[in-house]
């Protein structure tokens, strides 16, 4: 079974920066797709960047050239930096990890870290 551990949520003000980490219990080599997820109050759970094992990004709309994705393979590590911090990125931040094992796909989650950005 794979552990990911989030850190790096905080309260901070609008327009200020962090960086959020992911640790996982294992190699990152075998995941197919790493990523973050938010859960706002009252909200779904919704995507926020991923990265693949070929390192292709994708973002949500709403934080395109605010947010960056990386992976640290030496580390076991996903980061994600974000800058520009608005209030309306306040949520719960999630790790996620997803690979194939034969056909089957296999999914990951870590237990979130708190972003909360005053006005």
């Known amino acids: 079974q794979v552990q990911l551990v989030e850190s790096g949520g905080d309260l901070v003000q609008a327009g200020e920066s962090l960086t959020l980490s992911c640790e996982a219990s294992?190699?990152?080599?075998?995941?197919?797709?790493m990523g973050w997820y938010r859960e706002a109050p009252g909200k779904e759970r919704e995507l926020v960047a991923t990265?693949?094992?070929?390192?292709?990004?994708n973002y949500a709309d709403s934080v395109k050239a605010r947010f960056t994705i990386s992976r640290e393979n030496a580390e076991n590590r996903v980061y994600l930096q974000m800058n520009n911090l608005k209030p309306e990125d306040t949520g719960v931040y999630y790790c996620?990890?997803?690979?194939?094992?034969?056909?089957?796909?296999?999914?990951?989650w870590g237990q979130g870290t708190q972003v909360t950005v005053s006005p």
């Open positions: 996620n990890m997803k690979e194939y094992i034969a056909t089957t796909l296999m999914e990951y």
């Open positions: 294992r190699s990152l080599f075998g995941f197919n797709v």
């Open positions: 990265i693949t094992s070929g390192r292709t990004r």
